[in-house]
């Protein structure tokens, strides 16, 4: 008996089940998580370019002599030339970094079996400074005591490069925003705003502007270094929703 009440009430809680869940179902022809909105996607790329407010100079002083220790302080001592020669003419001490230093030994290959020539050590330095003292630093440092002058590059501050990548984003979001008006129009659509909206592109400027040396008829005439623009680019990616 208990049998057949049961089975009544079973089917009666399935049906006032299945009336609670109904309205929850996607109507036909659609899917549960669409909107049916119309969608333009584009992408758009900005760029700015600036002049260059920071010279990184990297410069090395290098010796090699018959023993490490010997190698080791000679260079030791140039590389404290070079940097008292930089901070008197008022470059901050923060603003020359040590990049690398080696000490190796150096053999002559030419015979049989190599040769124990010496040993050479390696102190390289960066420099920061205004872009308009850049030759002024390797004037400084190659007369100080810097062995080799391996490159020198322009580029921008860190608030520099930020204020430079807001503008590079604006126009990135306003070429976008032009190519997708343009595709509402020719479809007969009007954009009416924004779904999704995805960042690209580097933070950082490139490629960096070569520097070159004036050429010059005094062999004693000061470097003097010519950079050239930075540019710093940024690029949208844009899902617009249109009706």
């Given at each position: ?5 049961i ?5 009666v809680?399935?049906v ?8 929850l179902?996607a ?6 998580n ?5 969608t ?11 002049d260059?407010?920071?010279a990184?100079v ?12 010997e190698a080791?302080?000679?260079?030791a001592?140039n590389?404290?030339a070079?940097?008292?020669a930089l901070?008197?003419?008022?470059i901050?001490e923060?603003?020359?970094?040590t990049?690398g230093f ?16 010496g040993y050479?050590?390696v102190?390289t ?11 002024e630093?390797?004037?400084l ?11 020198v ?7 520099t ?24 129009t ?6 009416t705003?924004?779904q999704?909206?995805?960042v690209?592109g580097?933070n950082?400027p ?11 008829t ?22 617009y929703?249109a009706?």
């Amino acid at each position: 008996m208990q049998r057949r009440i049961i089975a009544p009430l079973l089917l009666v809680g399935l049906v006032l089940l299945a009336g609670c869940l109904s309205p929850l179902q996607a109507a036909p022809g659609e899917s549960a998580n669409s909107t049916n909105a119309t969608t333009i996607s584009a992408t758009g790329t900005g760029e700015v370019t600036a002049d260059a407010d920071l010279a990184v100079v990297n410069i090395a002083v290098t010796h090699t002599a018959d023993s490490a220790d010997e190698a080791r302080g000679t260079v030791a001592d140039n590389v404290s030339a070079v940097r008292t020669a930089l901070t008197d003419a008022g470059i901050a001490e923060d603003d020359i970094q040590t990049t690398g230093f080696t000490i190796r030994p150096e053999y002559d290959h030419g015979g049989e079996k190599r040769e124990l020539v010496g040993y050479r050590a390696v102190h390289t330095l960066s420099v920061e400074v205004a872009p308009d003292r850049a030759g002024e630093v390797i004037d400084l440092a190659v007369g100080a005591g810097a062995s080799e002058v391996q490159n020198v590059r322009f580029t921008l501050t860190d608030e520099t490069r930020a204020e430079l990548r807001s503008e590079a984003l604006t126009k990135a979001v306003e070429s976008a925003k032009a190519d997708a008006d343009d595709v509402a129009t020719a479809s007969d659509l009007t954009v009416t705003g924004v779904q999704t909206a995805t960042v690209g592109g580097s933070n950082s400027p490139g490629p960096y502007p070569v520097a070159f040396e004036d050429a010059r008829t005094t062999s004693g005439a000061p470097t003097e270094l010519t950079p050239g623009p930075v540019t710093v680019s940024a690029t949208v990616e844009v899902v617009y929703t249109a009706e």
